[in-house]
Structure formats: structure tokens, C-alpha cells
């Protein structure tokens, strides 16, 4: 988890306003109805929109160097590591209704218990979600979201995307993020002003993660040599690796008949 | 054909050349146990240079040769160099692998700094395919632990990794972009990125 936080973000990722979401929503869900019917290799890269992708990236690359990143390194030095910390769990812990809900969507009963065994000691003995009391007794956050949801469901991948101010994604992740924003059960229990907190605190704790792994992202950001070809790949490998892509026959081949040109007889 | 011929001894030629310091006659295939131990011994090392308190240039020469000694530096080169070293001489190869090795120590060698007072845990190992693989969880402070796998294959009668792979990202992969941009940067001039590698950082 450490890492893939860190690798998830290389754009940023902030919350964009209600209304650029639904004119995102609509867009997104026609292109990828388009694409997700298509079956593909999954070991592969399917970025037939590379040039707009691209572009995209070149904006996001402008927002964090001179918006995002600075404003981590503000939020970073000026508020203390605990209290940032806190604000991560106090997101984490808000998240994790949406976390049972997919669980059960994707018929794992076993994590929707475990998920909501979390909530309950962290909401009560971690005061409200602020500490974790839980992960050192063993409860830790497997996280998921729609997106898995939908792979379990069978869906495929479809293409590469870059988001504006969210970063790299697919056709199927992105529906899925899209879909994750009616998930969670709280939006609806807690009353309006009040359930704006938990985006607040996630966009907070965004901010805290581009602080805390500043350097592994200013690394694929700003010292590689193709930053876009870095964060797809560095993206779609995370992103099937959490979700339990096993290595394709092509790569065995790819590897057995380069050891056997080395070293057969 | 004759390109697959010719490729084929070339990455002979250079397999023999890296291997000629293996012993001869222990070509058994690798157990789950040799490929758990093989590990041990590269975190063991890593651990050891990491909290040694040397200098940073003096870690990223020890870095490099552990990688020189448990990583199968020819098998990640040329997977690494992909389509490109199909057309490069032996040569080519032999100096690009060893230029790789000292990029890619320093390039992560840095990166272990963040390792300072975190320990990395070796946990099981399988057989995958025609390899094994080793599961390993790195336990940084104040982090959340994360995964490291090493494959590992025989090759020529020596037990070597030839990736890593951290929460699924592999190491072979991720350089294969690189090294591929960095050549297209330099329209595809292998030498010219052989003599880069060699004077960066």
C-alpha cells in the first residue's frame, strides 16, 4: 500500500466541483461504454488517445509544480506530522463504509466484515477515525473501489487515460470513480453541509501524500526522461497488481526463450 | 533467420561471458529453498550497507555490487533494452550491461536512504512458472509496509534474480520505458546512451 499511494498520484489529485464532475461523468461514461466491450491483451499498454493523454499530462505537470506541489510543501512544513497523520486516518476511516459496500458487491463477505470490524474500532477507540487503532491489531484497510468492483463483475480495463488534475487512470477505473461518488452510505446519512467533510478531508489527505512522498514523485515527475510513458506504466502495473493480474503467457514466452538463448544447451 | 541466428549467439556469446565465473557441474534446477535463500542473503547485504553509516558514494559502489552479484544483470539489460537488442553487436551489449548496472544501483541506491532504520522481511517464496518467486515486505518508518519480489532463475548453474518487483511494479518494466525513451531522445544512438549512463550522477 505504501508504494502504490505514492505511484497513484503522479498527477494530483484534488476534488474537482460538482459541476465539472457530472459534465466529466457524461463524457467519461460514453467513451468508455464505447471501450469496454472491446477484449484486449492485458499485459499491453492500449493508449489509443495517447496525443490528447499527453497534453493532458503537460497541464498536470504545470498544475503541480506550480500549485500543487508548493502548496504540499506549505501544508507539509507548517502542519505537524501527527495531525497530518490523523487527517489521513480521519479520510481513510470515513472511506471505509464505501469499502464494505464494494466488498459486497464483489460477493467478499469475509472483507465486508473486516472493513466494518475497522470503522467500528477506529470511529469509537480511534475518536472519530483520527488514530488506527486498528491495523496493530491485525484489522488493516484492504482498500477497493468500484473500479475493482467492476473488474470482478468482468469487465475490461479498455484504454489509458490521463485525467485532468486526477492523474492516470482507464476507462474502467474511471467509471468506476465516477460511480464511487454515490457509494458511500454516510453521504446519505450525514446531512449536507456537514458530509462535505469527508472530501474536504480527502483532498486534505491528498496533500499530505504528495508531502510525504514528495520524492518519489518528483522522480517520476521531474527527473525522468518521459514522465507520461513512466506514469502509465508505473500505473497499470500497480493497478493490476492490486487487483491480482497474473503474469500473461506472452511474458513467460518472453523470458524462457531469452534464458534459453543465454544458457540453453 | 539469419537475424535469429545471429541473435541467438550473439546473447550466447554474452551469457557464456557473464557466467564464466560460475561453477561448473551444480546446474540442479533451483529449489523454493535456494531461491528463499539467495534472498536472505541479498536483504541481509542491502541491510547491512544501508545501516553501516557509510558515505553515499561509497553505498552506491557497495549497492552496485551486490546487484553485480545476486541480479542476472545480462537477462535484465537485454529485457530492458527490448527490440533494441536485437540490432546491437555483443559489444554493445556487454557495455550497455555494464553501464545499466551502475545506473540503475545509483538511481535506486539513493532511493534506500528512505530505507534508514526500516527492515526489509523475506516471507515465502513459490514457484511460478519457470521461475521462483520470493515475497518480501519492506517495514519503513512511519510507512506503511509495502512488497518487494525478487524473481529468481538458475542460469548457467548460478542462482540470480532477474527482477524485482515493488507493490507489482517490476523494475524490467519500468527501466524498459526509460532506457526506450532515452534512446528515441537520442534517435536510437545506443553508444551515445551507453556514454550517457556511464557519466550520469
Same mark, same amino acid.
Given at each position: 500500500?505504501?508504494?502504490?499511494?505514492?505511484?497513484?498520484?503522479?498527477?494530483?489529485?484534488?476534488?474537482?466541483?460538482?459541476?465539472? &464532475?457530472?459534465?466529466?461523468? #457524461?463524457? +467519461?461514461?460514453? !467513451?468508455?461504454?464505447?471501450?469496454? $466491450?472491446?477484449?484486449?491483451?492485458?499485459? @499491453?499498454?492500449?493508449?489509443?488517445?495517447?496525443?490528447?493523454?499527453?497534453?493532458?499530462?503537460?497541464?498536470?505537470?504545470?498544475?503541480?509544480?506550480?500549485?500543487?506541489?508548493?502548496?504540499?510543501?506549505?501544508?507539509?512544513?507548517?502542519?505537524?506530522?501527527?495531525?497530518?497523520?490523523?487527517?489521513?486516518?480521519?479520510?481513510?476511516? &470515513?472511506?471505509?463504509?464505501? #469499502?464494505? +459496500?464494494?466488498? !459486497?458487491?464483489?460477493?467478499?463477505? $469475509?472483507?465486508?466484515?473486516?472493513?466494518? @470490524?475497522?470503522?467500528?474500532?477506529?470511529?469509537?477507540?480511534?475518536?472519530?477515525?483520527?488514530?488506527?487503532?486498528?491495523?496493530?491489531?491485525?484489522?488493516?484497510?484492504?482498500?477497493?473501489?468500484?473500479?475493482?468492483?467492476?473488474?470482478?463483475?468482468?469487465?475490461?480495463?479498455?484504454?489509458?487515460?490521463?485525467?485532468?488534475?486526477?492523474?492516470?487512470?482507464?476507462?474502467?477505473?474511471?467509471?468506476?470513480?465516477?460511480?464511487?461518488?454515490?457509494?458511500?452510505?454516510?453521504?446519505?446519512?450525514?446531512?449536507?453541509?456537514?458530509?462535505?467533510?469527508?472530501?474536504?478531508?480527502?483532498?486534505?489527505?491528498?496533500?499530505?501524500?504528495?508531502?510525504?512522498?514528495?520524492?518519489?514523485?518528483?522522480?517520476?515527475?521531474?527527473?525522468?526522461?518521459?514522465?507520461?510513458?513512466?506514469?502509465?506504466?508505473?500505473?497499470?502495473?500497480?493497478?493490476?497488481?492490486?487487483?491480482?493480474?497474473?503474469?500473461?503467457?506472452?511474458?513467460?514466452?518472453?523470458?524462457?526463450?531469452?534464458?534459453?538463448?543465454?544458457?540453453?544447451? | 533467420?539469419?537475424?535469429?541466428?545471429?541473435?541467438?549467439?550473439?546473447?550466447?556469446?554474452?551469457?557464456?561471458?557473464?557466467?564464466?565465473?560460475?561453477?561448473?557441474?551444480?546446474?540442479?534446477?533451483?529449489?523454493?529453498?535456494?531461491?528463499?535463500?539467495?534472498?536472505?542473503?541479498?536483504?541481509?547485504?542491502?541491510?547491512?550497507?544501508?545501516?553501516?553509516?557509510?558515505?553515499?558514494?561509497?553505498?552506491?559502489?557497495?549497492?552496485?555490487?551486490?546487484?553485480?552479484?545476486?541480479?542476472?544483470?545480462?537477462?535484465?539489460?537485454?529485457?530492458?533494452?527490448?527490440?533494441?537488442?536485437?540490432?546491437?553487436?555483443?559489444?554493445?551489449?556487454?557495455?550497455?550491461?555494464?553501464?545499466?548496472?551502475?545506473?540503475?544501483?545509483?538511481?535506486?541506491?539513493?532511493?534506500?536512504?528512505?530505507?534508514?532504520?526500516?527492515?526489509?522481511?523475506?516471507?515465502?517464496?513459490?514457484?511460478?512458472?519457470?521461475?521462483?518467486?520470493?515475497?518480501?515486505?519492506?517495514?519503513?518508518?512511519?510507512?506503511?509496509?509495502?512488497?518487494?519480489?525478487?524473481?529468481?532463475?538458475?542460469?548457467?548453474?548460478?542462482?540470480?534474480?532477474?527482477?524485482?518487483?515493488?507493490?507489482?511494479?517490476?523494475?524490467?518494466?519500468?527501466?524498459?520505458?526509460?532506457?526506450?525513451?532515452?534512446?528515441?531522445?537520442?534517435?536510437?544512438?545506443?553508444?551515445?546512451?551507453?556514454?550517457?549512463?556511464?557519466?550520469?550522477?
Amino acid at each position: 500500500m505504501g508504494l502504490s499511494k505514492r505511484i497513484i498520484l503522479p498527477g494530483s489529485r484534488t476534488c474537482p466541483t460538482r459541476a465539472r &464532475l457530472k459534465m466529466a461523468c #457524461v463524457l +467519461v461514461v460514453a !467513451l468508455s461504454l464505447s471501450a469496454c $466491450g472491446f477484449s484486449q491483451p492485458v499485459d @499491453g499498454i492500449q493508449d489509443p488517445n495517447e496525443r490528447l493523454n499527453r497534453r493532458i499530462h503537460a497541464e498536470n505537470i504545470a498544475f503541480d509544480r506550480f500549485l500543487f506541489r508548493p502548496a504540499s510543501k506549505v501544508y507539509g512544513r507548517g502542519i505537524p506530522m501527527p495531525i497530518r497523520r490523523g487527517i489521513g486516518n480521519f479520510a481513510g476511516n &470515513l472511506n471505509l463504509p464505501r #469499502v464494505v +459496500v464494494n466488498n !459486497l458487491l464483489q460477493f467478499r463477505i $469475509g472483507k465486508a466484515l473486516k472493513h466494518t @470490524g475497522r470503522f467500528v474500532i477506529n470511529t469509537t477507540l480511534g475518536m472519530g477515525g483520527l488514530l488506527d487503532p486498528a491495523t496493530p491489531m491485525g484489522v488493516e484497510e484492504d482498500r477497493t473501489n468500484f473500479g475493482e468492483t467492476l473488474y470482478v463483475w468482468g469487465f475490461k480495463e479498455g484504454n489509458f487515460m490521463e485525467l485532468p488534475l486526477l492523474g492516470p487512470s482507464t476507462d474502467r477505473a474511471t467509471v468506476g470513480m465516477i460511480v464511487d461518488l454515490f457509494t458511500n452510505p454516510l453521504v446519505y446519512m450525514v446531512p449536507s453541509p456537514e458530509n462535505a467533510i469527508g472530501v474536504f478531508s480527502a483532498g486534505l489527505a491528498k496533500v499530505g501524500d504528495r508531502y510525504e512522498y514528495s520524492s518519489t514523485i518528483d522522480s517520476i515527475l521531474y527527473e525522468s526522461e518521459d514522465s507520461y510513458a513512466q506514469a502509465r506504466s508505473l500505473y497499470l502495473q500497480n493497478r493490476r497488481f492490486e487487483l491480482g493480474v497474473e503474469v500473461t503467457d506472452d511474458e513467460v514466452d518472453e523470458i524462457d526463450s531469452l534464458f534459453e538463448d543465454l544458457y540453453g544447451e | 533467420m539469419v537475424n535469429d541466428v545471429k541473435r541467438r549467439t550473439v546473447l550466447a556469446g554474452l551469457g557464456a561471458g557473464v557466467v564464466a565465473a560460475a561453477v561448473p557441474g551444480s546446474a540442479m534446477a533451483l529449489t523454493t529453498a535456494e531461491a528463499r535463500r539467495l534472498i536472505d542473503d541479498v536483504v541481509s547485504e542491502i541491510t547491512r550497507v544501508i545501516n553501516s553509516g557509510g558515505s553515499e558514494s561509497r553505498m552506491l559502489t557497495q549497492f552496485e555490487r551486490i546487484f553485480d552479484r545476486f541480479a542476472n544483470t545480462a537477462v535484465i539489460a537485454i529485457r530492458v533494452l527490448g527490440a533494441d537488442a536485437r540490432s546491437a553487436s555483443q559489444a554493445q551489449l556487454r557495455d550497455f550491461t555494464v553501464a545499466f548496472r551502475r545506473y540503475i544501483a545509483r538511481k535506486y541506491g539513493r532511493r534506500f536512504r528512505e530505507f534508514i532504520g526500516g527492515r526489509i522481511e523475506v516471507d515465502s517464496a513459490r514457484a511460478v512458472k519457470s521461475w521462483h518467486e520470493v515475497q518480501t515486505t519492506a517495514h519503513l518508518q512511519g510507512e506503511a509496509p509495502f512488497r518487494i519480489d525478487f524473481l529468481v532463475k538458475e542460469a548457467g548453474g548460478r542462482n540470480l534474480f532477474f527482477d524485482m518487483v515493488i507493490e507489482g511494479i517490476s523494475l524490467t518494466k519500468v527501466e524498459r520505458e526509460e532506457i526506450g525513451a532515452m534512446l528515441d531522445r537520442r534517435r536510437g544512438n545506443l553508444d551515445q546512451l551507453i556514454s550517457d549512463l556511464r557519466n550520469t550522477g
